[in-house]
């Protein structure tokens, strides 16, 4: 015999990030300045974390999925593009055309929220970095376009 249970029926979940598709702790991890000034269990925080929404939710992941290497997330060891490893070979137009297939092929793999349109990947020699200018879809926020443009350099995929 099933049981029923109309009580939840018409119960609403009224959290902040129900109005958002995708919500995710910000990447650098900061508390948020709005603090309850009510003592603790008295009142539910709003926020004790900062979130990130959508857009830049999905920032947040293609900038951890980029800095991560390969083997370094326990659960899943082929997480991360672990593009550090052409940083300590010659900077050149060559290694700059595997970094841009690779992020193409790999990056919808580990985020598949998103669909990548083009990518350009351009060698700066002297500065020892590559610049990537990457042009992504989210078809679930309305197929809305965004340009995702940084810098690799040793210390990793920077905004």
Avoid: C
């Avoid at 979940?13 to 948020?32: G, P, T």
């Avoid at 979130?51 to 997330?73: E, L, P, V």
């Avoid at 340009?147 to 990793?156: I, M």
């Amino acid at each position: 015999m099933a049981i029923k249970l109309d009580i939840l029926r018409n119960r609403k979940n009224n959290d902040n990030y129900r109005n958002y598709s995708y919500a995710d702790i910000h990447f650098d991890v900061e508390l948020n300045t709005r603090l309850p000034n009510k003592p603790t269990g008295s009142v539910k925080n709003p926020q004790d974390f900062k979130i990130d929404y959508d857009t830049n939710a999905i920032y947040n992941s293609i900038h951890n999925i980029f800095n991560t290497k390969k083997g370094q997330k326990i659960l899943n060891p082929n997480f991360g593009l672990d593009l550090e490893q052409y940083l300590f070979e010659n900077i050149s137009k060559e290694n700059g055309d595997i970094i841009g297939t690779t992020i193409f092929e790999e990056l919808p793999l580990h985020d598949p929220r998103i669909k990548v349109n083009s990518i350009t990947v351009l060698a700066r020699t002297l500065q020892n970095e590559y610049k990537i200018d990457l042009s992504i879809t989210i078809p679930s926020l309305n197929n809305q376009t965004e340009d995702v443009n940084g810098t690799l350099t040793t210390k990793g995929f920077q905004y």
